[in-house]
């Protein structure tokens, strides 16, 4: 199993930057897809990006402002301009990948169905 624990979540102002942590633990994850996704009250969970092996892959309505990166046990999301509409619990998710396509097409087509979760961490803009 994996665990997953998401960390810097806060209440920001328009235009602020953010940086969100994930720190795994567990089995290995060498060949995971990991991603970060949000969710609103009321609407669907969204991917925003996705890494495997140091490639990423970002949701066109986050492209230009949002970095996902990764440094041996933890996963980072770079947040720059935020907006009232970036307001969301964010999560970070793994998924077991042969490659990096998978982690390309879920995230494009909108699949959600990765395998580990954490608690998730809110991120509120005004």
């Known amino acids: 199993d994996v665990q997953l624990v998401e960390s810097g979540g806060a209440s920001v102002q328009a235009g602020d930057s953010l940086t969100l942590t994930c720190v795994a633990s567990?089995?290995?994850?060498?060949?995971?897809?990991m991603g970060w996704f949000r969710e609103v009250p009321g609407k669907e969970l969204e991917g925003v990006a996705t890494?495997?092996?140091?490639a990423t892959v970002y949701a066109d309505s986050v492209k230009g402002r949002l970095t996902i990166s990764r440094e041996g046990a933890s996963l980072y999301l770079q947040m720059n301009n935020l907006q009232p509409e970036d307001t969301a619990r964010y999560y970070c998710?793994?998924?077991?990948?042969?490659?990096?396509?998978?982690?390309?097409?879920?995230?494009?087509?909108?699949?959600?169905?990765?395998?580990?979760w954490g608690q998730g961490t809110q991120v509120t803009v005004s």
């Open positions: 998710a793994a998924y077991a990948a042969r490659d990096g396509s998978v982690c390309e097409y879920k995230i494009h087509t909108g699949q959600t169905d990765y395998t580990y």
């Open positions: 567990g089995q290995t994850y060498s060949s995971f897809c």
């Open positions: 890494i495997y092996n140091g």
